[in-house]
């Protein structure tokens, strides 16, 4: 299950909801002030429950589950899956040495599985509707989330998954710099997603056609979406930020005041109406 790849299809997502108050307040003014159409649920951020109050305020913005093991806290105790976590209870910072060990070690494939399952719960259990599943830095790609996905998705109606491949041309067009950091993404990802697309076409699950974000993660602009934009393919496309508010006076801890405001400038959001598209989500591009 693709993408209708004879139309463009634009779904603008924003990722780590719940991971803190700021990247909340930015991500709900992003949906209600500009081109944001959905946003991916942490259910272990601190502001967890203040996500979902805001969520239920806006029954517009499709809300998707972010599959969380790496740079964050558990949804289960940390004494259930202590091969997950560190002494203070949060999962390793380090995602390509947890990726390794985690391939490895089959305890830690079984708690992994259950912290997954434990994700999908809490979501369940807030009364929304899923619209998509991805994972905290494409953590979805490694091979035992990949699985968990495929084996839980469909209990809870068979959200759509983010994949995270962003083709070079388009984004070197777009960009016109960075080119071995973009050259090197597109490769690295697209060996990773090879079994991914695979696992999750079987399943059932249907996959957006490329994202862009990917390489300028923290700099999706005003700039970057309007270049974007005006290099957009046919088919479903998932640009992807990582808004926050900043207070005056306080410093950006996370997040990117710069890409809220790329979101919810009046030229962005003048462009996507002057190109004809309508920002979607998940579940909406796949509805046709």
Request: net charge positive; no cysteine; proline share 7%.
């Amino acid at each position: 299950m693709r993408g209708d790849r004879r139309a463009k299809k634009l779904i603008v997502t924003a990722d780590d909801f719940g991971m803190s108050i700021p990247v909340n307040e930015g991500i709900e003014a992003s949906h209600r002030d500009g081109i944001l159409s959905a946003t991916s649920l942490m259910t272990g951020g601190e502001a967890f429950a203040d996500a979902v109050e805001r969520a239920k305020r806006l029954p517009k913005l499709g809300v998707g589950l972010h599959i969380h093991l790496v740079d964050s806290r558990p949804v289960l105790p940390p004494e259930k899956i202590p091969l997950l976590v560190g002494p203070d209870g949060s999962f390793s910072n380090n995602p390509e040495r947890f990726g390794f060990n985690l391939f490895f070690s089959s305890e830690m494939r079984k708690q992994a599985e259950a912290e997954i399952a434990a994700q999908f719960e809490r979501f369940a259990a807030t009364g929304l509707v899923m619209d998509h599943v991805n994972g905290h830095h494409h953590f979805h790609m490694h091979p035992v989330v990949t699985d968990a996905i495929a084996k839980y998705a469909p209990r809870y109606g068979s959200p759509p998954v983010r994949f995270p491949v962003e083709p070079f041309g388009p984004s070197w067009r777009a960009g016109a710099d960075k080119p071995v950091q973009r050259f090197f993404n597109w490769t690295f990802y697209a060996a990773l997603t090879r079994r991914m697309r695979r696992k999750i076409t079987a399943a059932g699950l249907a996959l957006n056609d490329q994202v862009f974000g990917v390489s300028d993660t923290g700099a999706m602009t005003e700039r970057r979406i309007l270049s974007y934009l005006d290099h957009l393919p046919d088919g479903v496309t998932e640009l992807y930020a990582h808004p926050a508010m900043r207070k005056e006076g306080q410093p950006q801890t996370y997040g990117s005041a710069e890409e809220y405001h790329g979101l919810v400038s009046p030229v962005v959001r003048a462009k996507v109406a002057a190109l004809g598209l309508q920002p979607l989500t998940f579940k909406a591009a796949f509805a046709a």
